[in-house]
């Protein structure tokens, strides 16, 4: 059968608060980032990437953060909401080789 | 668009039984697919790397008799189980991706549950 799982670290924000989501990567050299979104019993779905060549990117009501110097990921969700309520996962890619996948953090929106 | 769908969605065998898994691009040729395994609480785990009409890239530890893909078109990988045991009860998921050869993302099909009996 399936091995016990772990815990994934818990975000619990209010509704209508911002939520920062962070994630520490391990190779320096990878050069491309990506946060996904997965549900209950769904596939991860994209949410924003950037390159290396930056250090912030805004979509609709996300902002990713890049610091290179200490290899550290953010999402940030502005105004976040009951449908925002998911693991999220970083994942890092080092040009053309495969994703590595952070351990996820599960957001929790309260109401 | 990059649509990914996963089939089936969820199945139940006794043990010793083959179980099939299709990943289909929908509106994207897919040059690579990746197949992913996936326990409670936990993150992604690639089990494999497929390119079109070439043999997959299996994983430290993962069998490549026991997990068999086949990647024959641009729109199509297939993961079988071989003679699944209990064990082998996960959540399966497929991604794929435009290009190998350049950061693009991987878009995900929504999982496969296999549990075996």
């Known amino acids: 059968g399936e091995s016990v799982g772990l815990h994934l670290p818990t975000l619990s924000v209010q509704e209508g608060d911002n939520s920062i989501i962070n994630c520490a990567y391990s190779?320096?050299?990878?050069?491309?980032f990506i946060w996904y979104k997965q549900e209950s019993g769904k596939g991860p779905q994209f949410i924003i990437d950037?390159?290396?060549?930056?250090d912030k990117r805004q979509g609709q009501r996300v902002t990713v953060l890049l610091n290179k110097t200490v290899k550290h990921l953010s999402l940030q969700i502005a105004a976040t909401q009951p449908g925002d309520s998911a693991v999220y996962f970083c994942?890092?890619?080092?040009?053309?080789?495969?994703?590595?996948f952070g351990p996820g953090t599960r957001l929790s929106v309260l109401p | 668009g990059a649509v990914v769908s996963q089939h089936p969605s969820w199945v139940i065998c006794k043990s010793g039984t083959s179980v099939k898994i299709e990943c289909r691009s929908l509106?994207?040729?897919?040059?690579?697919m990746f197949w992913y395994r996936q326990f409670p609480k936990q993150s992604l785990m690639l089990m494999a790397t497929?390119?079109?009409?070439?043999?997959?890239?299996?994983e430290q530890g993962v069998e490549k008799d026991k997990f068999l893909i086949n990647h024959a078109s641009l729109t199509l990988s297939t993961l079988t189980v071989t003679s699944a045991h209990p064990e082998d009860s996960s959540f399966y998921i497929c991604?794929?991706?435009?290009?190998?050869?350049?950061?693009?993302?991987?878009?995900f099909g929504d999982g496969t549950r296999l549990s075996i009996l």
């Open positions: 950037i390159r290396s060549n930056m």
């Open positions: 991604s794929a991706s435009y290009n190998s050869g350049s950061n693009q993302p991987q878009h």
């Open positions: 190779n320096s050299a990878s050069d491309y």
């Open positions: 497929s390119n079109e009409g070439s043999k997959a890239t299996y």
């Open positions: 994942a890092e890619n080092n040009y053309g080789q495969n994703f590595v």
């Open positions: 509106d994207f040729q897919a040059t690579t």
